[in-house]
């Protein structure tokens, strides 16, 4: 079993509908979790930032964590075409590297 | 939030030839930072981890020997693909951490990218 798991999609959604991105891992010492957002060709953009577990919302962006379940989601409200990218999960123990999960590509159609 | 930047963009070089590829923390002192390739459609893997002023620790796999990673200072670290091939021809990404934003300094940000094409 992989660390971290997520699904590549693609996942397509009209212009304003609600997107629900998940991943799940298998590492209890994971504390930190970040939702990363790239554009073809470019380098991962950090869009929302967790520790331990809980709720955070920033602008139509909200990311939940659930250690519990060994689970986290991000969920974006209104989506835009400009919201279409692949989107990253990564988690990590007190200073150490980075995780990623596969990412999931979105396609948000006008 | 802060910033990091890679020089160059893109390189095309000739198989057997060596690429020496920059990432610079632009507006924070990085004591970490983490280079990364990433494959068309392939999230990103994890190279190496380098700390300033110490040797760097790579991942099960890459070549060291290779992939020769300096981090000269707080601000710079460099990759040199050492006889690149066309098997080398990839996206490479470096991240910094920064050691004062929020989350016991564990926030990373990511350079735009490098991407090496051997012919």
């Known amino acids: 079993q992989k660390e971290v798991e997520q699904d590549p999609g693609p996942l397509s959604v009209p212009e304003g509908a609600i997107v629900s991105l998940n991943c799940t891992y298998s590492?209890?010492?994971?504390?930190?979790f970040m939702w990363y957002r790239q554009y073809s060709r470019k380098g991962p953009e950090l869009l929302m930032y967790?520790?331990?577990?809980g709720n955070k919302e920033d602008g139509r962006f909200t990311a939940q964590v659930d250690k519990s379940s060994k689970y986290i989601s991000l969920f974006i409200r209104d989506s835009q075409p400009s919201d279409s990218a692949t989107y990253l999960c990564?988690?990590?123990?007190?200073?150490?590297?980075?995780?990623f999960g596969k990412g999931t590509t979105l396609s948000v159609s006008s | 939030g802060a910033v990091v930047s890679q020089h160059p963009s893109w390189v095309i070089c000739k198989s057997g030839t060596s690429v020496k590829i920059e990432c610079r923390s632009l507006?924070?002192?990085?004591?970490?930072m983490f280079w990364y390739r990433q494959f068309p459609k392939q999230s990103l893997m994890l190279m190496a981890t380098?700390?300033?002023?110490?040797?760097?620790?790579?991942e099960q796999g890459v070549e060291k020997d290779k992939f020769l990673i300096n981090h000269a200072s707080l601000t710079l670290s460099t990759l040199t693909v050492t006889s690149a091939h066309p098997e080398d021809s990839s996206f490479y990404i470096c991240?910094?951490?920064?050691?004062?934003?929020?989350?016991?300094?564990?926030?990373?940000?990511f350079g735009p990218g490098t991407r090496l094409t051997v012919l």
């Open positions: 991240s910094a951490r920064d050691p004062w934003t929020g989350g016991a300094g564990n926030e990373q940000f």
């Open positions: 590492n209890s010492a994971f504390q930190y």
């Open positions: 967790t520790y331990s577990s």
């Open positions: 990564a988690m990590s123990q007190a200073g150490t590297a980075l995780i």
């Open positions: 507006d924070f002192q990085a004591t970490t």
């Open positions: 380098s700390n300033e002023g110490s040797k760097a620790t790579y």
